[in-house]
């Protein structure tokens, strides 16, 4: 693996969690931040923002049970259930009664599950604030890639070869499709993501992950009621230009969210904002915690 994936490996630790081993990293001081990454990699992913983050907080991560450096059972039906059981076993396990979560892709609708459980109380923590950034929060307005729709729409057999038969120039075309024009990713960059899902044999159960994003239908309405209803701070840090969930989510975050705080990044940047403009997502991200404060 790239030496830089091999020192964030190193950084982690691993956890039994219902006989599964979930890797995460704790670093930093100051208020809780639990950062939730995106599919179909892993906390990497973070990696531009991670030192000026721990700067200024305690900063929480782990790779989803099936992704990154956490085991990746075969025979399993992931689900966003799980996902927050997994969640609130670490906060438990960190031993922290509170805290703010930045999620990315896959991970704003794991907050979405976090924030209707919310509701019923079924968390173990306080949730202070949310900030979403590019994913698929409301599925009429969600434009998932082709190799989306093949993986995880697909009969499972399908499914299966055709995750056996992703290439790294297949994965390369995808991810460059999703970034800016002027913020491509690097080669290094693509052999990195590569590396990471192909650890532990990753990439033949990406279809099963790939599953949950239409699983996401099923909660639509009880997700984005929650967000409608709740008192937590939240706001959408977007980069425009990503076809999957760019500006067009932006503007349905504006239409279906009572006052929406929404923070729109330059107009060429993509899905992965946290690469393509790392100080850009450190500056808005700073903006809105002090509007938190001065609103408190």
């Known amino acids: 693996m790239d030496k830089e994936v091999v020192a964030w490996k ?26 939730l990454h995106g599919y179909p990699f892993n906390t990497f ?22 992704m990154g450096f956490s085991d990746k059972p075969k025979d399993h039906v992931y689900s966003f259930h799980e996902h927050c059981e997994i969640v609130n076993f ?66 499972k057999p399908i499914g299966k070869l055709l995750s056996k038969l992703l290439t790294k120039k297949k994965l390369e075309k995808s991810i460059q499709s999703v970034f800016g024009l002027n913020t491509q990713p690097t080669n290094r960059l693509i052999n990195q993501f590569w590396d990471i899902l192909n650890y532990n044999d990753g990439k033949s159960i990406a279809y099963l992950i790939g599953r949950l994003v239409f699983d996401k ?5 009880r997700w984005i009621a929650a967000m409608q209803n709740t008192k937590i701070p939240m706001c959408f840090i977007n980069g425009p230009f990503d076809p999957n969930s760019g500006i ?38 700073k903006e809105f915690r002090n509007e938190i404060q001065k609103n408190t």
């Not at 982690?12 to 979930?22: A, D, E, K």
């Not at 992913?45 to 099936?66: A, C, H, I």
């Not at 924030?115 to 950034?133: P, W």
């Not at 975050?253 to 923070?263: A, D, F, G, Q």
């Open 90 to 155: 670490l906060i438990e396990f960190w031993g922290i009664k509170q805290t703010h979560i930045l999620s990315h892709d896959l991970g704003v609708s794991i907050v979405q599950e976090l924030l209707a459980r919310d509701v019923t109380s079924q968390n173990c923590f306080k949730i202070q604030s949310v900030v979403f950034m590019n994913g698929g929060l409301f599925m009429d307005s969600y434009k998932p890639r082709m190799i989306q729709r093949l993986l995880s729409q697909s009969p």
């Open 248 to 285: 067009h989510m932006a503007n349905r975050y504006k239409e279906l969210i009572p006052n929406p705080n929404v923070k729109l990044l330059g107009k060429d940047i993509g899905h992965w904002p946290q690469i393509e403009d790392p100080s850009g997502v450190l500056l808005y991200y």
């Open 217 to 221: 239908l099923n909660h639509q309405e």
């Open 45 to 66: 992913e973070w990696k531009s923002v991670w030192k000026n983050l721990v700067k200024e907080y305690t900063v929480f991560t782990f790779d989803y049970l099936g």
């Open 10 to 35: 190193n950084k982690g630790q691993t956890i039994n969690i219902n006989g599964h081993q979930v890797f995460y990293i704790k670093e930093g001081s100051g208020p809780n931040l639990l950062i």
